[in-house]
């Protein structure tokens, strides 16, 4: 099983900063399927990026995703109120787990 | 647009068969090249991947809890279904299904359904 570890926990910003969340994998992942979704309380995950860079339909471009191999990392450009989530990142190159997931949450 | 709704008892008993039940609108479950997932999320806790299926045939379980799950479509009614036996109070969790390209990649989630194991 891959284990993801997801890095920090916590990432307390304001609103209009820059936030950018690791995902580390402990073996490669394979063909860099490395997804990332966004959750909210009382809602289902939100797909933001899958295979390391590609945005899901209707994600807005200050979401961004890059990495390979083991080391992968999500970034959004300009947080608006709406971000302030918790991540998680996925990995589906082989039989696929989570991270724990890190919260973004408001200065 | 695409749609999906969980449905089914909100409340099992220890050792018994947790039984879901995802309907599908707007699209067909046998015409598209997609997978059919179910993931859960226990209480205070983060996701986890239960287990996939492929429109086109063709099944995949996360390890963890292969013994004793089984996901499958039904094309007549549109839907697809996920099955988990011998339940603990560890399989607690609101329960996802969803639909996309990848194992687990689903661009299109249900609104989720709280399934608590207690006697």
């Known amino acids: 099983e891959i284990v993801l570890t997801q890095s920090p926990v916590t990432l307390s910003l304001s609103p209009g900063e820059r936030a950018t969340l690791s995902c580390r994998a402990s073996q490669s992942v394979s063909n860099n399927f490395l997804a990332w979704y966004q959750q909210k309380p009382g809602q289902a995950p939100r797909l933001l990026i899958y295979?390391?860079?590609f945005r899901a339909t209707g994600i807005p471009d200050r979401f961004s995703g890059s990495g390979s191999g083991t080391d992968f990392t999500l970034t959004i450009s300009r947080l608006e109120p709406e971000d302030f989530a918790i991540y998680y990142c996925l990995q589906y190159g082989t039989s696929p787990t989570f991270g724990q997931g890190t919260e973004v949450e408001i200065k | 647009q695409l749609q999906l709704q969980e449905s089914g008892p909100g409340l099992v008993k220890p050792s018994e068969t947790l039984s879901l039940t995802c309907a599908v609108s707007?699209?067909?479950?046998?015409?598209?090249?997609?997978?059919w997932s179910w993931i859960r999320k226990p209480p205070g806790k983060g996701l986890e991947w239960i287990g996939s299926m492929f429109s086109g045939g063709g099944s995949h379980y996360n390890p963890s809890l292969k013994s004793r799950v089984t996901v499958s479509v039904d094309t007549s009614m549109n839907h697809f279904s996920l099955k988990l036996n011998s339940v603990t109070a560890a399989d607690t969790a609101v329960y996802y299904c969803?639909?996309?390209?990848?194992?687990?990649?689903?661009?299109?989630w249900g609104q989720g359904t709280l399934v608590t194991v207690s006697s």
């Open positions: 707007g699209g067909s479950i046998s015409s598209s090249n997609s997978y």
């Open positions: 969803g639909s996309g390209g990848g194992i687990a990649v689903a661009h299109v």
């Open positions: 295979t390391t860079s």
